[in-house]
């Protein structure tokens, strides 16, 4: 019962982000507050131009990850290997949606491992929330989902405030950090923790990196509210409506975060509300290594098919090179060292 049940919640996950307008009400991810300072005498040839960057050693098409969004259903096979494809095809990593559903029902293990049949040279990210985390004995629970796709790293996704909204939800994080660090320690591949949309602050990233974690995936405010989500789905809407737009945007949260490589080596992801190549941009100015973007592309796959995915895609590509020329950086990861202008408002 409980694995049917959470195989329906994930298919109304993806319907609704789909279907619905689940974006925040009044809440933006923030980069409207920052603009790149024009260089007149960028010194080089728009040709030589090259978003290729290298990602948990692999070299990438661009710094712009498809992130984690759905597994552990029937439709969610042909989904997973549709956006593999293309990934594959473009040299961009990609996440899989939580792998819980693979822990309960093995019939399941097809729409994750498809993934990986579909993307063999690509970083692939194993995906698993922080309660399930907490309540697991040893990581040889994690170990087998990290194996049915291979994955290059695992992502700890954090979602106190979707577990509280969720009708059926687990608002139980007692105990997370230990068992972080706890993987951290087994594990042979690297730990990212990400949010899903209310964002890390710089504490918390602090206490996550203290304990050994190699990436933050900031996963900021502005894009996709998955209280928003919940809230359509739960039959008390009016009580916890005024949760729909909590969460710190995503610039805010690179702005908290960036400072601690001071003291920490570790790989930030900027996600939350990255849907064009000026909010990519503006996060690597912005500190970030590494970008990524889930329903917008969820969404291109839905309603236009592989065609159009591709099309979003390469006109991502396309509009980054141009905002790499027109601020003199060759390669993106220059982006990191070009001068923005916060404006004040």
Known sequence: ??????QSRKQQHVELCVNENVTFHKKTNGFENYEFIHNALPECNFS???????????????????????????DAERINRELAEVCENLKLPMGVGSQ????????????????????????????????????????????????????DALVIHLNPLQELLQPEGSPNFRGVLNSIERLVKELEIPVIVKEVGAGISG???????????????VAGAGGTSWAGVEILRNEEKESISQFWDWGIPTAECLEQVTPLKSDYRFTI???????????????????????????????????????LLYDVLD????????????????HSSELRNIGIRKNIK
């Open 269 to 307: 992801i900027s996600s939350g509300g990255i849907s064009s190549a000026m909010e990519i941009a503006l996060s690597l100015a912005l500190g970030a290594d590494f970008c990524a973007s889930a329903r917008p592309m969820l969404t291109a796959l839905m309603t236009g098919g592989q065609r």
């Open 100 to 151: 819980r559903q693979a822990l309960e029902n093995s019939s399941l293990h097809r729409s994750f491992q498809i993934v990986r049949e579909s993307a063999p040279s690509i970083p692939i990210l194993s995906n698993i929330g922080a309660p399930e985390v907490a309540m697991m004995q040893s990581s040889a629970s994690v170990q087998r989902i990290i194996d049915l796709i291979s994955a």
């Open 203 to 217: 504490d918390v990233a602090k206490r996550l990196l203290s304990v050994g974690v190699s990436g933050i995936d």
């Open 48 to 74: 030589e131009i090259s978003t290729e960057t290298n990602f948990l050693g692999i070299q990438c098409g661009m710094p712009l990850l498809i992130s984690c969004m759905t597994g552990g259903y029937p």
């Open 315 to 330: 006109g991502l590509k396309l509009d980054l090179r141009r905002i790499q020329f027109l601020v003199g950086a060759v």
């Open 1 to 6: 019962m409980e694995e049917k049940a959470t």
